[in-house]
C-alpha cells in the first residue's frame, strides 16, 4: 500500500489478532480519505510504522512545493470477503467522527453562546475565545495524524505496529 499526499491506496479498518495478524480492507484514497473499499484481507504487517517515516521530496523548485509519500509492506496472507459492517465504520469514523473530534473546541463556544447568548464583553471572553482557538488549532493537526498512523496498521492496544 502506497500514497502521495494521501492519493493512492491504503488499509483501513485494521482488525489485529492475538497471533500477530491482522485483517484490514484496502481502500482507494483520497487525501487520506477512504472512498472506495478494494477488498479485504488477512495480512501481517512487515514494516514499522513508527520506523518508516514520510518521505518529503522537493518538486518544482519552490519552497513550498514537496511530495509526502509513504510506503509499507505487508504479508497478504489471504483475501476475506468484505464486511457491510466495517464499511460502514470506517465511513463514520472518516466523515463523522474525525472532523467531531477536529472541530468539538469550536462546537463547545457555539452550544454555549446557544445557551447563554453571546459572550459578554467581559475580562473572561477573550481567554475563552482564545483557548477555545489554540484548542481547535491543536485538534484539527493531532486528530489526523493520530487517524493516518492507525491507518499504517498501529495495534489500537500497543500503539505500535503487530510484527
Not at 514520510?54 to 476475506?80: C, E, K, M, N, P
Request: charged residues 15%; hydrophobic residues 45%; without cysteine.
Amino acid at each position: 500500500m502506497s500514497t502521495i499526499n494521501g492519493f493512492g491506496t491504503r488499509y483501513y479498518g485494521w482488525r489485529h489478532n492475538e497471533d500477530s495478524t491482522a485483517t484490514a480492507t484496502s481502500w482507494v484514497s483520497l487525501f487520506y480519505l477512504p472512498l472506495i473499499p478494494l477488498r479485504r484481507h488477512s495480512l501481517r504487517v512487515l514494516s514499522d510504522p513508527r520506523s518508516s517515516p514520510v518521505r518529503l521530496r522537493g518538486i518544482g523548485g519552490g519552497a513550498l512545493g514537496f511530495l509526502a509519500s509513504q510506503t509499507d509492506h505487508y504479508a497478504i496472507l489471504g483475501q476475506t470477503p468484505l464486511s457491510g459492517v466495517e464499511i460502514a465504520k470506517t465511513y463514520a469514523k472518516a466523515y463523522i467522527l474525525l472532523p467531531l473530534l477536529m472541530a468539538w473546541p469550536l462546537l463547545l463556544v457555539i452550544i454555549f453562546s446557544k445557551i447563554f447568548g453571546p459572550f459578554p464583553h467581559s475580562s473572561a471572553a477573550g481567554p475563552v475565545a482564545m483557548a477555545a482557538a489554540v484548542l481547535t488549532i491543536i485538534s484539527v493537526i493531532a486528530w489526523p495524524i493520530w487517524a493516518i498512523r492507525r491507518s499504517r496498521g498501529m495495534s489500537p492496544k500497543l500503539s505500535r505496529a503487530v510484527s
